[in-house]
C-alpha cells in the first residue's frame, strides 16, 4: 500500500490535504517522495522559521537529543533555564510557561487570566472578549474563544465565557467592556481570519480602556510571534506590551512547544498545582528554541526580514491580478482580483511551489531565512500562475 492510501485507511480523515508526499527538506527547499522539488513559502505552517534541517538548528536538537530527551517537570534542566532566561530577556517578559502548541499556550492564557481576576476581585469577572474573525486553536475553550461561527458546531456545549467584539470597532469593545470582563485577546494580525492587522487606533484604545479597569490584555502571537514581522514580537510594531503574549508555530524552528510569557501584573498568579504539561518545556523542543533565538537576535536579523518583506511587495503589488496586499512583514496576504486562492494554491503545487491561503486569500509565510534568489524563485512561480 503506497503512504496515502494507508494514510486514507489508517489515519482519521480531519484534514484536506494536498496529494504530495513530503520526504526531504533543506533550506528553503523540500521533496516529495518522488524526488520532485518545491520552494516552500509557507514554512511548514509558519513553524519551519530557520527553512528546512537548519545546520546549527539540527546540530543542536541531535545533541539534545542524545543527552536528555525528555524529564519531567518535577525536577530542573538546565536546558530549559537556558531557553526561559534568553525567551524572557529578548521578549521583556518576567515568566513563561511551556506547553508544546499554539492551543496549550492560549488555554494557559485564558487559566491564568481567569485566576488573576479571581484572585482579586472574586467570582462574576472571568468574561473574555476576543475579536471577531480570530483563531485561538482547536480545543473546546480555545475553540470557544475562537470569533468564527464556522467553528462553532458539532462540539457543544462550548465554553462560556467569550464576547465578540468586531475588529477595529471601538464602540463595540466600549459597549461590551463591562465588570464581567477579566481580560481582551487579540491577534496583532489574524492569520487564520484572512491576514488581516488590526488598526493602530484600536490597540490603542483595548490597551486605554483595559488600564483603567485592570482588564488584561493578552496577545496571540502565534503566527506573529518570533520575528515574523519583522520584530519579535508584532506588539512591538504597535508600541505595545501585553500583559500574557503567547507563542508557537515557528518558536522552535519545527519542533513542537508553545509558549505564555507573562509581564509584571501576572508574573506569579500560576501557583503550584495549579497547570501543568507532561511535554512542556521538553529538552529537545528547548534546544530547537534555542537555536532560533540565537540565529533571530544575531546582528540585523530581522532588519532582513522587515526588507524582505519590502521585496514581496514590491514585486506583488506589481501584479495584475493582485487586488491588495495585507499583513506585516514576512505575513503577507494576497487578495486576487478574479481568481480563487485555493486554485492558485493547487497550480502553485504542480509547478514546485507551496504556499498557503487564508480565506479568500493567498497567504505567505515563507522562513526568515529565505534569500532574494528564492524569493524571485519563489515569485517567478507564483506570478505567472496569478497572471496566466
Ligand atoms: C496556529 C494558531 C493557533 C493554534 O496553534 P496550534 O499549535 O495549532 O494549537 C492559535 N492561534 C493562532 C493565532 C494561530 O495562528
Not at 205 to 234: H, M, N, P, W
Not at 343 to 351: C, E, G, N, Q, R
Request: proline share 2%.
Amino acid at each position: 500500500m503506497n503512504t496515502i492510501d494507508k494514510f486514507n485507511e489508517h489515519i482519521m480523515q480531519s484534514y484536506g490535504r494536498y496529494p504530495l508526499v513530503m520526504q526531504k527538506g533543506e533550506g528553503r527547499h523540500c521533496k516529495d517522495e518522488n524526488g520532485k522539488e518545491y520552494i516552500d513559502f509557507g514554512s511548514g505552517i509558519g513553524t519551519n522559521s530557520l527553512g528546512y534541517c537548519d545546520e546549527k538548528w539540527a546540530d543542536a536538537v541531535c545533541a539534545q537529543v542524545r543527552t536528555l530527551q525528555h524529564s519531567s517537570n518535577y525536577y530542573y534542566t538546565a536546558v530549559q533555564a537556558e531557553f526561559a532566561e534568553k525567551l524572557c530577556e529578548v521578549s521583556g517578559y518576567k515568566k513563561v510557561f511551556f506547553g508544546n502548541s499554539g492551543a496549550e499556550a492560549n488555554e494557559c492564557a485564558i487559566k491564568a487570566a481567569r485566576k488573576y481576576s479571581f484572585d482579586k476581585y472574586g467570582k462574576g469577572r472571568h468574561n473574555i472578549i476576543t475579536l471577531v474573525n480570530s483563531f485561538h486553536g482547536r480545543t473546546i475553550a480555545t475553540l470557544s474563544a475562537t470569533g468564527q461561527d464556522v467553528f462553532h458546531n458539532y462540539f457543544f456545549p462550548f465554553l462560556e465565557g467569550f464576547v465578540n467584539v468586531t475588529a477595529n470597532d471601538i464602540d463595540d469593545l466600549k459597549a461590551k467592556l463591562d465588570d464581567t470582563v477579566c481580560a481582551v485577546m487579540l491577534e496583532y494580525v489574524q492569520g487564520e481570519g484572512g491576514v488581516n492587522a488590526l488598526d493602530k487606533e484600536f490597540v490603542d484604545a483595548v490597551y486605554s480602556l483595559c488600564a483603567e479597569k485592570d482588564v488584561l490584555v493578552i496577545a496571540d502571537e502565534v503566527q506573529t510571534g518570533v520575528g515574523r514581522t519583522g520584530k519579535f514580537l508584532a506588539g512591538d510594531h504597535f508600541g505595545k506590551k501585553a500583559d500574557i503574549t503567547t507563542l508557537a508555530k515557528g518558536i522552535a524552528g519545527g519542533v513542537p512547544m508553545g509558549a505564555c510569557l507573562f509581564g509584571e501584573k501576572c508574573e506569579n498568579v500560576l501557583t503550584p498545582g495549579t497547570h501543568g504539561s507532561t511535554f512542556g518545556g521538553n529538552p529537545i523542543a528547548c534546544a530547537g528554541g534555542l537555536a532560533v533565538l540565537d540565529r533571530i537576535t544575531s546582528d540585523g536579523f530581522l532588519d532582513e526580514v522587515s526588507r524582505k518583506a519590502e521585496h514581496f511587495k514590491e514585486r506583488l503589488s506589481k501584479c495584475s491580478e493582485v487586488a491588495a496586499l495585507s499583513g506585516l512583514g514576512l505575513m503577507i496576504g494576497i487578495t486576487l482580483k478574479s481568481k480563487k486562492a485555493g486554485d492558485v494554491a493547487k497550480a502553485a503545487l504542480d509547478k514546485g511551489l507551496l504556499v498557503l491561503t487564508a480565506k479568500e486569500k493567498v497567504r505567505l509565510l515563507p522562513p526568515l531565512t529565505i534569500s532574494d534568489s528564492e524569493i524571485d524563485e519563489g515569485l517567478d512561480i507564483l506570478i505567472d500562475i496569478l497572471e496566466e
